[in-house]
């Protein structure tokens, strides 16, 4: 990935809370099913703007 220009950070945990010492990001990917997103994981801040959607 990194001879492609991808530098990916993996974290695996609770993202309930977020991860406010990396942010903001280029994109979330969550790969799990919640039955409702939790509140932590979509916070304004954290997102780059601009990024991909």
């Known amino acids: 990935m990194a001879a492609l220009g991808y530098h990916p950070t993996v974290v ?4 309930a809370e977020g991860l406010a010492e990396h942010a903001p990001f ?8 919640v039955p409702v997103v ?7 801040d954290h997102p ?3 990024g991909p959607h």
Do not use: E, F, K, N
Not at 12 to 15: A, E, L, N, Q
Not at 38 to 44: I, M, Q, S, T, Y
């Open 48 to 50: 780059r703007r601009g």
């Open 38 to 44: 939790p509140l932590g994981v979509d916070r304004a």
């Open 26 to 33: 280029d994109a979330i990917i969550a790969t799990c099913a």
């Open 12 to 15: 695996v945990g609770d993202g």
